[in-house]
DNA sequence: TCTCCAGAACGTCATAAGCC
DNA sequence: GGCTTATGACGTTCTGGAGA
């Protein structure tokens, strides 16, 4: 199998199982794997060591806002109250944040009667048209940002006037934990800003910009008004194209520091899970 | 030093998406 | 509806590392 013909395949395959993966769970045959695993795997930790019940616990109201860990308080039977701040925060927005995909309703298995079942066709046919739509990284990197503080915004294009230099850009670098090129996280607290090279407007040399068709006369001239107008497009395209990467390339970045910052939070997480074991466990001294 | 290989970067085409 | 832009797909080229 040649270079490229293995890359395609594994392309293929990865598309293949990533909208299997899709399909299957929103038919609702499939449950989801991923939470009924978590689900069973903190039963599991919490069953082993079967925690007594709390009496009563209240949380703090100053703490409930978005972003900010609530203070619990956690009565226990002894009747000493303890203050614990949880880590657990209002539910971010999820990282693959394709909007489309956002509004893709789960249709539920209860559904027998006539009507339901056309709405059930049509609802499928829908989503298999809203899952064939294309994201677009600008779009969900900048819904991101504005979600989730620290989140770089990919910026549009700013016309010359603007102040920046010709062809320079300011780009944000996300400002979360990140991965560097030797896989080790990196906090990134108060990174520098980069400049990048945004696309070039000027045209090249010897493109020239198209005349009316009025002034075209012969044939030849018009053979020459198409190849110099395909030029420009695909000048144009290229120069999008090494955009489209470069933002496919942060939003990755991006991603990537998502489930860095994630992974911590889990780990917090699983470290309270266990303080407030302890502290509910009977003592046996 | 040469060769091989994997991955990155690139250019082009096709087409979805968005705008007017 | 036509035009422009954004992006996936594909093939090609470049680049850096590893082994002979």
Known sequence: MSKCSRKKYI???LR???MDTIESRQDGSVTDSVAENESAHMQNQTGQNSIPTLTQVSVAGSGTGRGSPAVTLVQLPSGQTVHVQGVIQTPQPSVIQS???QTVQVA?????DESAESEGVIDSHKRREILSRRPSYRKI??????DVPGVPKIEE???EEEGTPPNIATMAVPTSIYQTSTG???ATGDMPTYQIRAPTTALPQGVVMAASPGSLHSPQQLAEEATRKRELRLMKNREAAKECRRRKKEYVKCLESRVAVLEVQNKKLIEELETLKD???PKTD
């Open 11 to 13: 392309k293929t395959n």
């Open 108 to 112: 539920t298995i209860a559904e027998t």
């Open 184 to 186: 080790q996280y990196t």
């Open 141 to 146: 990197l900048n819904e991101l940002s504005s």
């Open 99 to 101: 909007p489309q995909i």
């Open 16 to 18: 293949q199982m990533t």
């Open 157 to 159: 294009e700013k016309s």
């Open 279 to 281: 502290i509910c466990s």
